[in-house]
C-alpha cells in the first residue's frame, strides 16, 4: 500500500483559493491519484483524478474550471488547486490512489490507499 499524507486545508472566504496537497510514500508504485470530499451528513464523493503517468484527468462537474489536480515527481506530491471557493464546497478532503493499473475511476472503492482528510471551509 501507499502511505498518504493531506495539508493545506483551512477556513477562507467565498471567491477564495486554497491548494491542497498530498505527499505519497512507500514501497507500493501509484497508477492513479484521486481526491474526495465527504460534507456532514452525506456521503463521499469524487472531485477529481489524475493517472500519475500519462496525465490523463477526470473532474466531477461542480469543480469543473475551478479545481485543477497537478502532481510533483520530485517530491511524489498531488496538489488539489482550488479557485473560486464556494461554500457548498466545504467538507473534509480526502488524498486517494490506486496500486494496480486501470483507468481513472470515479468511485472511492476502486481506490486502496486513503489520506487522513484535511477540513475546508469556505464561508463569508
Known amino acids: 500500500q501507499v502511505q498518504l499524507v493531506e495539508s493545506g486545508g483551512g477556513l477562507v472566504q467565498p471567491g477564495d483559493s486554497l491548494r491542497l496537497s498530498c505527499a505519497a510514500s512507500?514501497?507500493?508504485?501509484?497508477?492513479?491519484m484521486g481526491w474526495f470530499r465527504q460534507a456532514p451528513g452525506k456521503e463521499r464523493e469524487f472531485v477529481a483524478a489524475?493517472?500519475?503517468?500519462?496525465?490523463?484527468?477526470q473532474y466531477t462537474d461542480s469543480v469543473k474550471g475551478r479545481f485543477t489536480i497537478s502532481k510533483d515527481d520530485a517530491y511524489n506530491t498531488v496538489y488539489l488547486q482550488m479557485n473560486s471557493l464556494k461554500p457548498e464546497d466545504t467538507a473534509i478532503y480526502y488524498c486517494?490512489?490506486?496500486?494496480?493499473?486501470?483507468?481513472?475511476?470515479?468511485?472511492?472503492?476502486?481506490?486502496?490507499?486513503w489520506g487522513q482528510g484535511t477540513q475546508v471551509t469556505v464561508s463569508p
Open positions: 489524475r493517472n500519475w503517468y500519462d496525465g490523463n484527468t
Open positions: 486517494a490512489a490506486k496500486s494496480v493499473p486501470s483507468v481513472l475511476t470515479t468511485t472511492p472503492e476502486t481506490y486502496d490507499s
Open positions: 512507500g514501497r507500493s508504485r501509484v497508477f492513479d
